[in-house]
């Protein structure tokens, strides 16, 4: 429907019908499609009207419904409407399977995905998902989604939201870099807004951790771990409420080129479980074309973790008094933060395992172009130069030295940043964005006295040859 002189034309609806193709194969309810329409009955003209379609033909779409509508009038009361909605359900089984790949892992993880469409008839899915690889020997979930469709009596967006509710197995996540393997089971319930903007999250995992046998993965491996891992070698329960705020203005969803995107979540433990902590977490991007080909863009990505085992402490207020547990702290990801292998060097690290930090940021700039190919430009592969730098510290525990405000200022001194620098190829891929690179690490704290190498050891520039499909990015 198009937006017609008679827009303000009052009218009255007098029933909303539903038929189905395929009536004694149908499995949605009537009522379900009605819940979705209720903001017709109180359209009062016809520019009302043709919102209120407009959104319930939006949502109907998004579910996954093929769907027609027709408007009966009364000859003799032309303003008494009866409007007709035409339901053609999609086949209820759907089936995929994908790879992914991050600069972290030295193979890529397979998924398989299995989903049931319109469960109980009211749009609700069973999905069930496998993965394993060469860092994952095993994990497996089960996602139970119902949409929430209130009727609000509003003529045009009525508010909708997700219930999701789901069980999960993870047989053991290897983490090589780190000398240990964690294994988990747990359940998460979530309710999110309809645009995914907003999303609460209660999670309960069990996790458990287990010293990595070095030695069986890897010939010359060094014997033994470090008595970090040792001493987090151990189960731990988390009990925790999360919330997550997305905000996405890009003009494409791997390869933006305009626009700003904005995600930020905070975390709570310590409902019930063993671990309390509180935890925050953000990102942004912002993206600005030059030209038709040509666009650069920035972006950056922070997070503080923070024990609340010991809040007060004798010397005053002291949230880091306490270790943070292994299993809650940040780890650099490849792609994401740095693009290179290797990034577990960086950080905090015990006897050459890296054990993750309390707090990070990275920060990133490029500039991305597309040739004027045809198969470039038919599939939106570019090209870009880019260079990230960040930091991973370690801040809680009693044998941290110095107060907090010293151990932050330790996060951003130059001798401390990581960095890296060069060139590769974007491409979207159905299961995420492709990049091969040619990078090279840098020493930031050495760039910043002047010298020009890739690391502590005095290591000139060397460049590495890189490749990742991963769904984050800098």
Not at 99 to 104: D, G, H, K, N
Not at 131 to 147: A, I
Not at 300 to 324: D, E, H, M, Q
């Amino acid at each position: 429907m198009t937006s017609t002189k008679y827009d303000g034309v009052p009218l009255t609806i007098n029933e909303i019908k539903v038929q189905f193709e395929n009536p004694d194969k149908v499995r949605t309810t009537p009522s379900f499609v009605r819940k979705v329409f209720a903001g017709v009955y109180a359209s009062k003209n016809f520019q009302e009207l043709r919102e209120s379609l407009q959104s319930g033909t939006a949502l109907m779409d998004k579910l996954k419904f093929l769907l027609d509508f027709k408007i009966d009038r009364n000859p003799k009361k032309p303003l008494d409407i009866d409007l007709t909605l035409h339901v053609a359900e999609k086949s209820p089984v759907y089936a995929d399977a994908g790879v992914t790949m991050a600069t972290t892992s030295k193979l890529p993880t397979f998924n398989v995905n299995v989903l049931y469409r319109n469960l109980f008839g009211n749009a609700e899915t069973l999905k069930g998902l496998a993965s394993f690889g060469d860092s994952q020997t095993g994990s497996f979930s089960l996602l139970f989604s119902k949409p929430m469709v209130f009727d609000s009596g509003r003529p045009n967006t009525p508010p909708t939201g997700n219930f999701n509710a789901s069980i999960s197995y993870n047989g053991g996540t290897i983490f090589r870099d780190s000398g240990y393997v964690e294994r988990s089971a747990g359940v998460n319930l979530q309710l999110a807004s309809d645009d995914e903007c907003h999303k609460l999250e209660y999670l309960g995992v069990w996790r458990d951790t287990l010293p990595l046998d070095k030695e069986s993965l890897s010939k010359g491996a060094k014997n033994g771990n470090s008595n970090s891992i040792l001493t987090a070698c151990r189960p731990t329960m988390k009990s925790s409420m999360r919330y997550t705020f997305t905000h996405d203005e890009t003009d494409h969803k791997l390869i933006p080129t305009k626009g700003h995107f904005v995600k930020c979540s905070g975390e709570v433990a310590g409902f019930g479980g063993d671990v309390a902590f509180g935890k925050m977490e953000g990102s942004g991007r912002i993206y600005h074309p030059i030209t038709k080909d040509v666009s650069i863009g920035a972006g950056c990505f922070g997070g503080l973790l923070a024990p609340l085992g010991a809040l007060i402490s004798p010397k005053g207020l002291n949230p880091f008094g306490t270790p943070s547990v292994l299993n809650d702290r940040f780890f650099f990801r490849g792609v994401r933060d740095l693009r290179i292998r290797g990034v577990a060097e960086f950080g905090p690290h015990d006897d050459g395992d890296a054990i993750g930090g309390d707090a990070y940021f990275t920060v990133g700039s490029h500039v991305s172009y597309c040739p004027p190919i045809p198969v470039f430009q038919e599939n939106n592969v570019r090209l870009h130069a880019f260079a990230n730098a960040g930091n991973l510290q370690l801040l809680s525990g009693d044998d941290k030295d110095g107060d907090m405000k010293s151990r932050f200022l330790e996060l951003v001194q130059p001798e401390n940043l990581r960095g890296s620098a060069g060139i590769g190829v974007v491409a979207p891929m159905p299961f995420g964005r492709f990049e091969i690179n040619l990078v090279s690490p840098l020493d930031m704290g050495a760039l910043a006295s002047g010298s020009l190498r890739t690391d502590s050891r005095g290591n000139g520039v060397s460049a590495q040859l890189r490749w990742a499909l991963d769904s984050e990015f800098s």
